[in-house]
Structure formats: structure tokens, C-alpha cells
């Protein structure tokens, strides 16, 4: 079958079947199809659509062009969760011990930050020695021992999906549902899961910002876990605001060790209560709580008794970090940075905030990556003293700002503080579970 | 501007501005845009289409991207005539001598065959010694001295359309007017023309096979060419049967100079009334003369003085070939070849052709290239001694292969027999000329 008759099929709005799905993903993969050839395969699906059978068959396809991990030796349930990506989202670092502590294996691959959005990789790394660049052997190993590891996505799994990504990044045919539901469920459904909890954002953070976009998506990749047997549920949480305080990379594994050890400020709670919602849905939906209060209560259980900050502790040492982070979290921050603050220039009402522009500004001063070969800076970051619906004075602080030199921050502290409507009406708070999809 | 912009724009159905499409084509000339952006891009205007505005600023954009012939030294009106291709379709070598030796300067660049149709530099190039790789300088004197000059299509003539088009055929996105209009057009414009009479080719072994789709192509193109101020028409042409007689290189060359001689017998017939069609369409249209009748007189008294032989002769000297082949047309033929006649079944009246067949069985023994880069045996070829509505008894002679090897011959015969659809009922014999569009 020639790439060009695949191609014309979809450009004339037809049904890829299963094997003309499986041909151009072995192409991609064998470097048979040229990338101008699945770039135009793409961009016709991006306008003619998929089916819900051609969605699962491109999953499937690129599930199985690489390596899937092998889970049946392991007894307890094993469970992850996925995030979308937003600005501070931070949970995996609280759920994966947490949901280990409570009785889950829990095989966490992650990516990096890219553009405005951080990445669980990047967080870990800013823990002094950790590494996320295991073999699937000590991955597995690592899990087994303490419950939860954590790592890179390998070469050998969906290796469809990165030059799939990469090429529709250059092409403008990112923001198609079935397309992204292939990509993030090929590379989960990969882990060998009995149970995924996905957390899709929405809001001016999120990557799909309106509400009906993002629910679409939660559906869409529900329905299509569910098809592979996995059991796949989806929380729509709110990113119109950053997550809880920090705004980086080791400020944000600060704020969750502060969680885990039981410190926990108003302004870092909704990073806490998310992280419970979604912990206690992996623990329904893997079997091990019967019912949300069981859940609930495990979590409690997990948190105030220091085991979840063991498990921790524990990881943290077998994938070689500094495991001191968990009893000093302070040894995490860097204490030569410059501290900026941000101040608001009237009195009123924060009344939204454009997260996304947040998460540039953080990206900015180097604590992010405008393009996938840049470094990152991990000390770097920003934290957010108000939230939405917070009654502000004129010249009040909203954050600080913490960068290596004074002349870094100019121009980010002044796109921050730009990133803060304010007006004189309170405006109704936003809910952090926007919707949840089963 | 950057290409994901512009892609996203037409993505979502959006009309692209000369703007923009100027920066598409400068990008798809510097390399700037890369081959799998361009084709996304290429296959979001095939999906969406564009519009005539559009049309005209592709045109216009490939146009300029490389070098135009600057024609205003020309004291005599310059004008071309271009086919879409077909089989057996040699009249370029009829019409160009004969306009120049009724007045007109005719600067005609060409292209070479490829699957199953034929190219007019093939066919010049089995005339020994003619060399079609000339430099613009060469080219116009050539055509300042005899009147006519022949050669390919070089790098500085609207380069886009070189890499556009191998894009296309890579990508399933050849066949969509907006695209064939802009590539032929901007080619043709490229030459300094008063005048362009297109030969649009409809049947079996057309490009576009279906006579609405031929329509729409002259149409379109008739409307962008006088939208670049060149006097332009179409006639829309009979292919669903081999023009002339031969199909083949050397062959083709062969039955057009004794078509120039006067030697015109019947199975050769449709080659010069069409070669005339076209060449009084050119002479109206420049100007040259004021009517039909005028045009045909002219075109009668060139052929039968021997003046369009004369220019004919004159041009291969001074493009380095061997003028004998003039006055002796057999010098063309390979006396080496053998014949081997193709036979039918069953008695009968011809009543359709599979045209592209036809092609595509004389490229199977040589006489074509399957891919770009082949190579091609001038002397091959095939003679058809049928018609459509002619009868024919059972074991009776429908054509001629003639080939290197008895061996060569046997699938490309069985394939010409199988071409050839035989019915008790004598069908109607095709119209040569199925549309004038002015």
C-alpha cells in the first residue's frame, strides 16, 4: 500500500481501516513514509476527522510500535495518573507517594516542560543527584521496592508518537482531539495500568482553555481507555489560575514536601485538595477503597502518619537524589536568588488571571523551555501570594519573583503583573473540579 | 510570519493573503519552510480550496520566484501553445514550425514524459544531436533565427513549481485545479507571451479524464492568464483514443515531419487537423491574422510551399541536430526493432480505448519513464492502425509494437489487446475538438 493512497483516502474523507492505520504508523516508525508524507496524512485528518474505531486503531497502533511494560508479576494494583499540563500543576509529586503509601503500584513516565507548561521531569531533577534516566529493569525494581518510580519516556515506547509530535508541532495540527488522545493514551496505555485517573485542565493556563474543549477531551480519552481495558476516569480541574504558590521547578517540589510533611499554608491548599481528589479516584477506580470516605480516609491516614513522606524519602534514594530534601525542604531552595516583588498598581479585586502568561514569565528567567533543546535554570521561580476573588490594595504585593540577578526580572515581573486583573466587583472564585468524566 | 501561522489560517478555511502566500512560496524557494510544512500547507488548500484571488497571487507568487523572459526585443507577437498532456499527443512539433513560418515567435519550454504520457523534449531529443539544454541567450536567438526555439524548463523559471510539484506527487495532492492552474500557468507566463492557446486534454488518457473537470481546468486557466494580461484561450481536446498514429519518441518525430512533407495518411490525420486547430487559434489570437479562414489559409500556404518544413529544418540545425531527418524521416526509425502486431480475439466494431493503457504498455518496453530519473529508448513504440468506430474482423490487425526483443513485446501486447474494447454496435466516433474556452 503506497503512503500516496492512504493519504487521498482521508483527503477525500474516508475510513482509514485498521491496516492502513497500522501501515503509515510502521512507516512513521521505519522512516519509510517521509515526514512531508505523514505531515499531509496529518493535517487531512486534522480536517477530515476520526472516528471513534479510527481514533482507537491509531492508539493502538502506536501503543504496539513500541514497548509496553510488563506488569503482571506485579501484585498490588498498579495505577497512574496523567496531567494535561498547566502553570504550578505540581500533584504528581504528592500523588505517587501518596497513592504508593495507600497500597498502589504506581509506574510514573513523565515528560518535560515545554512553553509555558513545566514538566514532572524537570521538578524531580531539581532534587540534587536524582535521575529519571532508568532501564525499564530498575524502573520496575524501584517500584516494586518502594512502591512508585518515576522516568523519562524511553526511545522504545510509542516511538510513533514523538515524531508524530514533533512534526505536527512544526505544522499547526497539535489541537485536534483524536490526535492528542492518541498521544498521551499510546504512551500510558504503555504502563501495563489496571487503572489511569487522567486530570485534564481548562482555563487560561490550560492547553485547551475552553471548558467544552476539555471535557471533550477527558471523553474522548475515557472512552478510549476504557476500550483497551484499562479502568479510565478523568477529572477537569480548573488551571484559570496558577496551582497553589509556586511557579518553577524546585520551588514546587519545596511546596510539595511541605505538603507531605504536613505543612500546609492557605495558599498551597488547592494543591493539596486536588491531589487528594485525585489520588482517592485512583484508589476507588483500582479497587482498593470501596467507596470516596475509604479513599478519604486511607489518604488521611497516609499523610498524618508520615508514611506517604517515606515513601518519598525512599524513592528519592533509590533513583540516587539527596534524600536530606524530605527533613530540610530549604535545602531544595537556593538562597543566593534575588527575591522581587510584584505589585498590583490598584485596589481591588483580582478578577482572572492569564496563567498562561504566568507560566511565560516564569519560562522567561529561564525556568522553563521555549524550544525542547533548551536548558532550564531549576532554582528559578515564582510565587503567587493571591488567588481569584482576593481583595487587593493599591500597591500591594501579589508575588515574588526569584531570580539569579536583579536586571532578569524587569521585564517579567511587568508581564506579571499585567497577568493580574483587577476590578472593583468580586468575582465569583473559581471551582477546582470543574467536571468529573467516568 | 511564521509557517505554523499560515497553515493554521488555511487549516481553519481562512483565505490566505498575497502577503502570505508570498511568504509561503519565498519559503518553499529559500528552504525556509520545510518539505513536511509545505505539504501540510498544501494539503489544507486542497481540502479547503482556494479562491480565484488566491489562485492569481499563487500564480502570480511562483511567477516571480524565479526569472521571466524578457520578450520586448521581439518585434513579431510571441505566443505558445501547452497541452496537458496525453498519448501520442506530438503537435508541438507540427504547431511550432508552422506559426513560425506564419509569423509568430514561438519561445516553447517543455517538459519530458513520465507514467503514460510522452514529453516534447523526449521526443526532440531522439532527432540525433538535438540538445534541448540551452541558455535563455541561446534560446531567444534561436528563436529570433528560424523563428521558433525548443527547450526544458530551467532551475531559474519558477523554481517553487519544481518542488511543489514533487511534493505533490508524493503527497496525493496533484489533482486539484487551483494547484495544476498555478504550476502550469506560472511556467507559461514565465515565457513573455502576447498569447497562450492551451490544449486541454479530456478522456482516457487525459490527466483529467472526466470532460467537466478538462472544462474547468481551461476555464481556469483561460481566467488567470488574462488576469496577467496574456490573450488566452483553451480548446478542449479529444484523448480518449492515441493521437495520429504513433505513440512512441522517435516514431511521434517521424509521423509529425511527414505530416510537414505533406504525406498525410488517414491514421495520421487527427494529429494535423488538431496541430492546425491550435496553430489558427494562435494566429487569431496574436493577431497575425484576422479571422479563421485567414488563419487556415495562411497554415495551408506554409505547409504546402514547405515553409514550415523549411523553419523546422532550420531550428534542428541550429539546435545541433541532423536536418536530413527532414527529407528523409526514416533516418528516425531504428531499422533494427521488431514489429510485432497486435492482434484482436473477436470482430467487431472499436467502440472505447483505454488510453492510459496504450501509454502505459509503451513505457513498459522502454519507450517511458516509470519514475523521473529513468531513462528512456527513443526507438520504441507503438503504431495503431484503429480507430474508435472502426470494424474489425476476428484475427485482425489493430497496431504494430516495435521493440528490441521479441521478448520485451509479450505483456505490453496482451495489455494494448486488452486496451482495445470490441462491441457488436458501431459506437460514435469521438469529436476531436469538445470545447473552445475563450
Redesign the interface.
Known amino acids: 500500500m503506497r ?3 492512504i ?2 483516502k482521508k ?1 477525500d474523507g474516508g475510513e482509514l481501516s485498521a491496516e492502513e492505520i497500522r501501515v503509515f504508523i510502521d512507516g512513521v516508525c521505519s522512516g519509510e513514509w ?11 485528518i ?3 476527522g476520526l472516528s471513534q474505531t479510527e481514533q482507537s486503531e491509531l492508539t493502538r497502533a502506536m501503543l504496539m510500535s513500541g514497548e509496553t511494560l510488563d506488569m503482571s508479576d506485579i501484585e498490588l494494583p498498579v495505577a497512574d495518573k496523567h496531567s494535561t499540563g498547566g502553570v504550578g500543576d505540581k500533584t504528581s509529586l504528592v500523588i505517587a507517594p501518596l497513592a504508593a503509601a495507600c497500597g498502589l503500584a504506581v509506574p510514573m513516565i513523565s515528560g518535560r516542560g515545554l512553553g509555558h507548561t513545566g514538566g514532572t521531569l524537570d521538578k524531580l531533577e531539581s532534587i540534587p543527584g536524582y535521575n529519571v534516566h532508568l532501564s525499564t529493569g530498575q524502573f520496575k525494581s524501584i517500584m516494586k521496592e518502594c512502591g512508585f518510580a518515576m522516568m523519562g519516556q524511553t526511545a522504545e515506547i510509542a516511538p510513533a508518537d514523538k515524531k508524530l509530535y514533533a ?1 505536527r508541532d ?4 497539535v489541537p485536534y482531539i483524536p490526535l492528542i488522545v492518541a498521544s498521551i493514551m499510546s504512551k500510558k496505555l504503555a504502563e501495563g495500568l489496571d487503572a489511569l485517573v487522567l486530570d485534564v485542565k481548562t482555563g487560561s493556563g490550560a492547553f485547551m482553555q475552553a471548558f467544552d474543549d476539555s471535557r471533550r477531551l477527558a471523553e474522548a480519552m475515557v472512552e478510549t481507555g476504557g476500550s483497551f481495558g484499562v479502568k479510565t476516569m478523568a477529572i477537569v480541574s480548573d488551571m484559570s489560575q496558577p496551582l497553589g504558590k509556586h511557579v518553577g521547578n524546585a520551588c514546587e517540589v519545596y511546596e510539595c514536601i511541605n505538603i507531605l510533611r504536613g505543612t500546609v499554608k492557605p495558599a498551597v491548599q488547592p494543591t493539596l485538595d486536588l491531589s487528594i481528589e485525585l489520588t482517592a479516584a485512583m484508589l476507588r477506580l483500582a479497587g482498593v477503597s470501596e467507596d470516596d470516605a475509604e479513599a478519604r480516609s486511607a489518604i488521611d491516614d497516609a499523610l498524618s502518619s508520615g508514611r506517604a513522606l517515606d515513601v518519598f524519602r525512599k524513592n528519592i534514594e533509590l533513583q540516587g537524589g539527596d534524600p536530606r530534601v524530605c527533613d530540610e525542604p530549604k535545602l531544595l531552595l537556593n538562597e543566593k536568588l534575588i527575591k522581587v516583588p510584584v505589585l498590583v498598581d490598584r485596589a481591588g479585586f483580582i478578577s482572572a488571571i492569564d496563567t498562561f502568561a504566568v507560566g511565560k514569565a516564569v519560562c522567561e528567567i529561564g525556568g522553563g523551555r521555549i524550544k525542547a533543546e533548551d536548558g532550564v535554570d531549576y532554582s528559578v521561580g515564582f510565587a503567587s501570594e493571591v488567588k481569584i476573588g482576593d481583595k487587593v490594595g493599591a500597591g500591594e504585593l501579589i508575588g515574588f519573583v526569584y531570580c539569579r540577578k536583579a536586571g532578569d526580572a524587569e521585564s517579567a515581573v511587568a508581564k506579571l503583573k499585567n497577568a493580574y486583573e483587577i476590578r472593583d466587583v468580586a468575582p465569583a472564585a473559581p471551582e477546582l473540579i470543574r467536571a468529573t468524566i467516568t
Open positions: 503512503p500516496q493512497e493519504i487521498a483527503r517521509a515526514d512531508y508524507q505523514i505531515s499531509a496524512l496529518v493535517m487531512a486534522f480536517i477530515r512534526l512544526a505544522t499547526a495540527t
